[in-house]
């Protein structure tokens, strides 16, 4: 069974200040991770997708990486805006790609101007 | 180009009741999903459809019908609601293949009372 756990459920930082959030992964195989935001009452909006162990994606002050467990998602010099929830899903190989994703919890991010 | 839409976006039912949820795309995608997320619970996928006239379920699809007669339009039905079912419901749709990504809807906040 696919899983993903997000850490920490939630994190507080002041504007400026760098921080990570975590996903670990256990997949039969990966197709593919993908990094949402989501703000309240809104649904989630894509952020990056990475492939293989060793590949970086970044967009603006985010920055995401990835491993053969885990994946993080680097937020550099946060402002305000960036206060969101972030969502780890993975989707498995196989199924031609049409797999639906198996999220993670998410974590909620708060930055204090 | 409004990408993918959903209707109704708040709704309360009693327990019994019968709704249909409508989930609207306009990029051509032939995957489409429904997934449902409840506090403290990842988004979870409930059914999805890989094309016109097919269907197939997802982690929890019980309580649940779909039917994706339009390649633009998916549904999803709820014939007898419980308060069980009480959540939020976000349609997401890919294009089909591998190494693409989903794209979600704004959400459906289904109350049963």
């Known amino acids: 069974e696919d899983q993903v756990t997000q850490s920490p459920e939630a994190l507080r930082l002041q504007e400026g200040e760098s921080s990570s959030l975590n996903c670990s992964y256990t997949?039969?195989?990966?197709?593919?991770l993908f990094w949402y935001r989501q703000d309240p009452g809104k649904g989630p909006e894509f952020l990056f997708t990475?492939?293989?162990a060793g590949e970086e994606k970044e967009k603006e002050r985010l920055k995401a990486t990835l491993t053969k467990k885990e994946s993080f998602l680097h937020i550099t010099a946060p402002k305000p805006e960036d206060s969101a929830t972030y969502l780890c899903?993975?989707?498995?190989?196989?199924?031609?790609?049409?797999?639906?994703?198996?999220f993670g919890k998410g974590t909620h991010l708060i930055i204090q101007p | 180009n409004a990408g993918v839409t959903q209707t109704p976006k708040f709704r309360v039912l009693k327990t019994g009741q019968s709704m249909t949820l409508l989930c609207a795309q306009d990029m051509n995608h032939e995957y489409m999903y429904w997934y449902r997320q409840d506090p403290g619970m990842g988004l979870r996928l409930i059914h999805y459809?890989?094309?016109?006239?097919?269907?197939a379920k997802g982690e929890v699809p019980d309580g649940y019908n779909v039917s994706r007669l339009k390649k633009q339009n998916f549904l999803l039905g709820l014939e007898s609601a419980a308060p069980s079912q009480t959540s939020v419901y976000f349609c997401?749709?890919?294009?089909?293949?591998?190494?693409?990504?989903?794209?979600f809807g704004p959400g459906t906040r289904l109350t049963v009372l």
């Open positions: 899903a993975v989707q498995p190989r196989g199924g031609g790609g049409a797999d639906g994703l198996t």
């Open positions: 459809s890989v094309g016109e006239g097919t269907t």
């Open positions: 997401a749709t890919q294009t089909a293949g591998a190494l693409h990504t989903q794209y």
């Open positions: 990475l492939y293989s």
């Open positions: 997949v039969s195989g990966l197709r593919g």
